[in-house]
C-alpha cells in the first residue's frame, strides 16, 4: 500500500493538542504526507489508492508501551493467592517466588519456546492498537539467557509488524548464584554481559531496578555510570514502593526516563521536569498489586513533567498486554482525562523511548502508524470500557489489523 487515504470524523493527532474533525489522512510509502479537513484532494488519489472509510470512527497515533518485560517463560498465577492475601511482593520475592520464579522458567526455555511465547502476545498487543513497545530483559540474569532474550526480541523486530526497542536490564534482580556477593554480580553486569550487549548492538538502553533489596541508589549509580560509558541510554526502575531519591538519580544521571514512581518526592519531580526526564507511570501495577494508590500523576503534569503511561506487561505484577485496559485505569484510578491519557500513549511515550521524531503523533513526515477505533470520538474510547475498540490498525502504511482481527500476511 504506497498510497493510503484514511477518511475520519475525528483525527486525533497528539501534536500541540490538535483534533480534526470531518477530515483525511493521506500516506505516501508508510509516511504521513499531508493531513486537512473534508475529503482529501483529487490530486491524492491514483490508481494504486487504498481509501480506508472511517467516518464515524476516531482516528488515534498507533499507542506506544513504552514499559514491557516481553521475552520470559512461565507465569505465575500460583502467585495470586498470596497477593489476595495482602502478602508482600518483596516477601514473595524472598521466598524464591517472584522475578527468580520467572528467571528459572526462563533460562529452561528453548529460544523458540521464548520467541513463541513472545509472538503471542506481540498479536494481542497489535490487535489492541499497540504498534511499538519497549521491550526489557532481566529474566536471564546469566549472561546466556540475558543475551538469548535480547535477540529473540530482535528477531520479532524483523518478523513481526509491531517495532520493538531493547533494553538490557540484567540489574532486574539479584540472581540466587550471587545472593551472598551483590558486588561480584555488579562486576560481572559491566565487565562481562553489558560490554558484549553494547557491542553487539542487542539493546539501547540499559535499566536498573533501584529499591530496597534489590539494587540501592549508589549501586544503581555505579551501573548507569558503566552504561553511559558503553553507550547505553538509561532507565530505572525508580521509587516504586520505597521512596529512595530514585527520580532525582535518573535527573542526576539524566536518563531517558523514570518508570514507577509511586514514592517520588517532590523535589524528585522538580529535577525531572529540570532534566527533562519522563516519567513512565504503570497504573495497571497498582491495580493488579492491590497498592491502593497511584504514582501522582496530576502533581507531575502541573509541575510540567512530562508524562507517559505504559503496561509493565510482565507474568507478576501486571500480566496484561492491553494498553486500552490500562487506559482504564489511567482514568478511573487517577483521574486523567482522556485527551491526556491519549498523549501519555503516543506522544509522551515516544519520547520515553527516544523515537518522538518518528512516531506518537499524526503530522507531516512521520511514520503512518495508525489506529482506527470503532467510537465516534476520543471521550467514547474511556465511556465504553472492557472491550476492544479498536477495528484497524495501520503499520508503516500497511494495513495489519482489519475488523479487530490480524489480516492475512502477518505472521502469527
Do not use: W
Amino acid at each position: 500500500m504506497k498510497n493510503v487515504i484514511v477518511r475520519s470524523n475525528c483525527i486525533v493527532t497528539c501534536n500541540e493538542g490538535a483534533e480534526i474533525l470531518d477530515g483525511y489522512i493521506h500516506v505516501i510509502d508508510g509516511r504521513i504526507e499531508e493531513l486537512g479537513k473534508g475529503d482529501a484532494p483529487v490530486r491524492c488519489f491514483n490508481k494504486e489508492t487504498r481509501y480506508v472509510d472511517a467516518r464515524g470512527k476516531t482516528v488515534t497515533p498507533g499507542l506506544i508501551d513504552a514499559h514491557t518485560h516481553l521475552v520470559h517463560g512461565g507465569s505465575r498465577e500460583n502467585e495470586l493467592a498470596l497477593k489476595l492475601k495482602g502478602t508482600p511482593y518483596l516477601e514473595i520475592l524472598k521466598k524464591g517466588g517472584g522475578i527468580l520464579s520467572t528467571v528459572e522458567s526462563t533460562r529452561k526455555s528453548t529460544k523458540e519456546e521464548l520467541k513463541t511465547k513472545a509472538r503471542k502476545s506481540l498479536d494481542q498487543m497489535l490487535i489492541h492498537g499497540t504498534t511499538t513497545i519497549e521491550a526489557k530483559s532481566g529474566y536471564g540474569l546469566d549472561f546466556e539467557t540475558e543475551v538469548k532474550c535480547l535477540k529473540t526480541a530482535l528477531e520479532l523486530n524483523e518478523e513481526h509488524p509491531v517495532d520493538i526497542i531493547n533494553t538490557y536490564l540484567g540489574a532486574h534482580a539479584i540472581p540466587k548464584e550471587y545472593k551472598d556477593n551483590i558486588e561480584n554480580y555488579m562486576i560481572f553486569m559491566t565487565d562481562e554481559v553489558m560490554p558484549y550487549v553494547s557491542e553487539n548492538h542487542l539493546a539501547e538502553f540499559m535499566d536498573v531496578f533501584c529499591e530496597e533489596g534489590v539494587f540501592s541508589p549508589q549501586q544503581s549509580r555505579v551501573l548507569m555510570e558503566a552504561g553511559k560509558s558503553l553507550g547505553f541510554k538509561l532507565k530505572i526502575h525508580a521509587d516504586e514502593i520505597v521512596p529512595l531519591n530514585g527520580a532525582e538519580l535518573a535527573s542526576e544521571m539524566q536518563a531517558v526516563s523514570a518508570d514507577h514512581l509511586l514514592a517520588a518526592s517532590e523535589e524528585g519531580m522538580e529535577a525531572m521536569r529540570k532534566a527533562d526526564v519522563t516519567a513512565v507511570l504503570l497504573p495497571g501495577t497498582s491495580f493488579y498489586l492491590m497498592l491502593g494508590k497511584y504514582a501522582d500523576a496530576r502533581k507531575m503534569m502541573d509541575k510540567g513533567v512530562r508524562v507517559a503511561i505504559a503496561t509493565d506487561y510482565n507474568p507478576g505484577s501486571c500480566p496484561t498486554e492491553n494498553l486500552q485496559e490500562i487506559m482504564t485505569y489511567a482514568c478511573f484510578g487517577m483521574r486523567l482525562l482522556p485527551e491526556e491519557i491519549i498523549r501519555c500513549m503516543t506522544i509522551n511515550a515516544a519520547y520515553a523511548i527516544d523515537r518522538s521524531q518518528e512516531i506518537g503523533s499524526i503530522e507531516h513526515g512521520k511514520k503512518a502508524d495508525l489506529v482506527v477505533f470503532d467510537a465516534p470520538n476520543l471521550e467514547y474510547i474511556f465511556y465504553h470500557f472492557g472491550i476492544n475498540q479498536v477495528d484497524k490498525v495501520i503499520k508503516d502504511g500497511k494495513l495489519v489489523v482489519e475488523n479487530g482481527k490480524l489480516t492475512e500476511g502477518v505472521r502469527v
